[in-house]
């Protein structure tokens, strides 16, 4: 079965910094990968997804996440964070063949000014 | 085109009661998922319905019912409340197929469920 761990559990950075969330996870093929984002009593949203191909991933509002097979790693990052972006943002892996994904326990953001 | 909706938003129950939660889709997808979320703990899958007329149990289904209606409802019964069933709980669909986890999944916007 696939397994996926988001490590950190909090993180805050200042607006107009970089940002990269850790994804690690655990499957025997190449598996679907996703990052979703949850604003605060919201449900969640697709921010982006990689299927096979570039590993290189690009989503909405600035974020992209890079596929590195030899790390079983998918991290999410963005150039810029903007006050928006405060949310909790949880990694995703879904198995081909199967019909159910498997979240990560999620990483919630600060943005301080 | 209302996406994924879910009633009610807010429930508080007293344990032994019942309720059914209720979600629908208007976005013609086959796949429709129940999860809860607890602080710390993610989401995780209650069941799911990979189409019309199925549904299977997914990591934490003691407590917990489903119906798949038609292909737009589905619905999640507990039949005897208990306080350890406390959660946020979210309706999602998607148009996964056999080989289709890679399928978005869309999300409702969740029922807060308070058991006492």
């Known amino acids: 079965a696939q397994s996926v761990t988001q490590p950190d559990i909090h993180i805050t950075v200042s607006e107009g910094a970089s940002l990269e969330l850790r994804c690690n996870y655990s499957y025997g093929a190449t598996p679907y990968l996703f990052w979703y984002v949850q604003s605060p009593g919201q449900g969640l949203q697709l921010l982006l997804k990689?299927?096979?191909?570039?590993?290189l991933v690009q989503g909405i509002k600035g974020f992209e996440a890079e596929f590195k097979r030899s790390q079983s790693s998918f991290n999410l990052r963005k150039p810029s964070v903007h006050w928006s972006d405060a949310a909790e943002y949880f990694c995703a892996v879904g198995a081909r063949g199967y019909q159910k994904v498997t979240f990560g326990t999620g990483t919630k953001l600060q943005v301080i000014p | 085109n209302a996406g994924v909706t879910q009633t009610p938003k807010f429930q508080v129950l007293k344990t032994g009661q019942s309720m059914t939660l209720q979600c629908a889709q208007d976005?013609?997808?086959?796949?429709m998922y129940w999860y809860r979320q607890d602080p710390g703990m993610g989401l995780r899958l209650i069941y799911y319905?990979?189409?019309?007329?199925?549904?299977d149990k997914g990591e934490v289904p003691n407590g917990y019912n489903v119906s798949r209606l038609n292909k737009r409802e589905f619905s999640l019964r507990l039949e005897s409340a208990a306080p350890s069933q406390t959660s946020v709980y979210f309706c999602a669909s998607s148009n996964a197929r056999t080989s289709g986890s890679g399928d978005e999944q869309y999300f409702g916007p969740g029922t807060r469920l308070t058991v006492t």
């Open positions: 990689y299927f096979s191909g570039d590993t």
């Open positions: 976005m013609n997808h086959n796949s």
């Open positions: 319905s990979a189409s019309e007329g199925t549904t």
